[in-house]
């Protein structure tokens, strides 16, 4: 959602949904990049409000440029240059930082897709994860991606995840969705 992104400059009063919401979305989502709310409200408790969601600093309109410049270098400063954690499941390991996936003794190049499939999957793991569910995370609210291009990422998957005589770790649940779990679990 926002990885590579160094500030983001987000504004409260949004025409679908507002700043706050998309705010605490980002913090939900355990992503620690610097957020700048720019808002017409310039209220106290609206500033208050905007920095206990999560905002690193709060700026009111109208403002100057070179205001806000110096805000996004201030930020950027303070932000901590933190490697993401892996995501492990039992012996495949996922490498956010690179879009990798261990497993084996091989690593492997995961195309954007076939990353964001594996991470909803193994944050997931031990439960059915909906075809739905994965189309939205792996192309995005309202895309109009078919059951066969989802079937058509797994398959890529499941040929990278399991190389021959090693356990199956994605599993079809027929009808409705896919799963990361052990073959003896469930």
């Avoid at 690193?56 to 950027?76: N, Q």
Wanted: include cysteine.
């Amino acid at each position: 959602m926002t990885e590579g992104l160094e500030v983001i400059l987000l504004d409260v009063m949004l025409p679908c949904m507002d700043g706050l919401t998309v705010l605490r979305r980002i913090r939900d989502a355990r992503l620690n990049t610097p957020v700048i709310l720019v808002s017409a409200r310039d209220a106290g408790p609206d500033i208050v409000h905007g920095l206990d969601a999560g905002a690193d600093d709060y700026l009111t309109k109208p403002f100057e440029l070179d205001i806000l410049l110096a805000r996004v270098r201030a930020v950027s400063r303070r932000a901590t240059v933190s490697q993401p954690a892996d995501l492990v499941f039992r012996d495949l390991r996922l490498k956010p930082a690179t879009y990798q996936m261990q497993r084996g003794g091989r690593t492997v190049s995961l195309t954007r897709t076939e990353y964001v499939l594996l991470e909803t999957l193994i944050r997931r793991a031990g439960t059915v994860v909906p075809r739905e569910v994965l189309i939205q995370e792996g192309w995005g609210l309202g895309s109009e991606v078919s059951d066969a291009n989802l079937y058509f990422f797994v398959r890529a998957l499941r040929s990278k995840i399991t190389a021959p005589g090693e356990e199956e770790l994605l599993h079809t649940v027929r009808g409705v969705g896919y799963s990361i779990r052990s073959e003896d679990c469930c």
